[in-house]
């Protein structure tokens, strides 16, 4: 999600950081970068139509750069400001009714990807050793087993990472009067209510310094007697308004008696109108960079 426009008078976390949604100074670096690679790219494809005895040497150029462009381009794009949409819905659920926040579903393109330009690397590389074979077949050999490294490694990557996409119905965030159910597509997480004793926001930064950091969500259950524990949402894990999912949770925390409407039209109205402003203390927000 790219940096949030506000579209309610809701306050940012005191510890969030506003350029985790995205920063034109972050689309400098890639775009720059990936400004130098395309011409690469495209001028070996041009080299490949001009001139198709080089094909095989331009084609593995290009299987180097081709990838690292896109890669570029897409960091790119990912940090592009844009304005967090609202979106959010009723639910069915075998507990009742629930108000459902959407989530991205997990992809298996990077995965089916990875496999097709596996595939298609071995298949280059056979087929440079089929044609060798009646004139320097050593070269064909010693290019097939070059090729053939980073194929199998793309492969495997593809295999390793692919997940069957997971319908719609089958993920997001679940809100119910006695429970929340957070789900990405790899299991859920479920928490009642009464077991959340705060709700904490604050940013990560991770050691990859280039790009913005991430805004979470934690929701802090548990007390001193039996540990405290938290499951952390990230504002990239939210494919609606993140700054009203937080001061969502700080308000059914600290108003038990309106989860009622949690799974109604009252609940989801709440939500597209932002009505979260206090009306008792604010319930705790973390501010420990350790939880």
């Known amino acids: 999600m790219g940096r949030y426009r506000s579209t309610s008078d809701l306050p940012l976390p005191p510890d969030w950081e506003r350029k985790a949604f995205g920063a034109y100074r972050y689309t400098v670096l890639p775009f720059a970068m990936a400004l130098v690679v395309w011409p690469l790219v495209l001028g070996g494809v041009w080299a490949v139509v001009r001139d198709s005895e080089s094909v095989w040497g331009v084609l593995l150029g290009l299987v180097l750069l081709g990838p690292f462009a896109a890669t570029l381009t897409g960091w790119g794009w990912s940090e592009l400001p844009r304005t967090a949409p609202v979106a959010a819905d009723i639910r069915a659920t075998d507990a009742g009714p629930a108000l459902v926040l ?4 997990p992809s298996s393109i990077r995965s089916l990807v990875a496999i097709a330009f596996g595939v298609a690397l071995l298949g280059a590389g056979l087929w440079q050793l089929i044609a060798s074979l009646n004139d320097d077949w050593s070269s064909g050999a010693a290019f097939f087993f070059l090729i053939s490294l980073p194929a199998l490694f793309a492969i495997l990557l593809g295999l390793g990472t692919y997940k069957p996409r997971k319908v719609i119905d089958n993920v997001g965030i679940l809100l119910t009067p006695h429970h929340i159910t957070i789900d990405y597509g790899d299991g859920p997480t ?18 990859f310094r280039f790009g913005s950091a991430t805004n979470l969500i934690s929701l802090v259950t548990g007390d001193a007697d039996t540990g405290y524990g938290t499951i952390d949402i990230s504002h990239k894990n939210l494919e609606t308004d993140p700054t009203r999912v937080y001061h969502l949770f700080v308000f059914y925390v600290r108003n038990p008696g309106l989860r009622s409407e949690l799974g109604t039209e009252l609940g989801l ?3 597209r109108r932002a009505g979260y402003a206090p009306e008792q203390p604010a319930a705790f927000v973390d501010t420990d960079p350790r939880l």
């Open 102 to 105: 959407p989530v991205p579903r």
């Open 190 to 207: 479920t928490a009642a209510w009464q077991d959340i004793s705060a709700v904490g926001g604050r940013s990560r930064r991770e050691e």
């Open 269 to 271: 109205d709440r939500f």
